[in-house]
C-alpha cells in the first residue's frame, strides 16, 4: 500500500517542487502530503462511516452507506 500511495504522490507532486530535497526526504513529504491535500479532505466529501467510526461519533453514521447494510 505504501508503494501504491507513493507512487501515485509522486505523479501528483513533481519532483521540481522539492528541489534540494534527498528522494527519501521527498517521498515521505509527497506520501504526508498526498494524505493531508486529498485524501482526507475526499474521505470527509464521502460522508464515509469509519471517519465517524473513529471520531466515536456513533449517532452521526450514515446506515446507509455501511458497507454491510448498503
Excluded: M
Excluded at 491535500?37 to 464521502?46: A, H, I, M, Q, S
Amino acid at each position: 500500500s505504501t508503494l501504491l500511495c507513493e507512487s501515485i504522490a509522486k505523479r501528483i507532486f513533481p519532483r521540481e517542487e522539492y528541489e534540494g530535497v534527498e528522494e527519501a526526504h521527498y517521498a515521505y513529504r509527497v506520501r504526508d502530503r498526498l494524505r493531508k491535500d486529498v485524501l482526507v479532505p475526499l474521505r470527509k466529501v464521502l460522508d464515509l462511516p469509519e471517519v465517524f467510526i473513529g471520531a466515536n461519533q456513533w449517532n452521526l453514521i450514515p446506515y446507509n452507506r455501511v458497507a454491510s447494510v448498503a
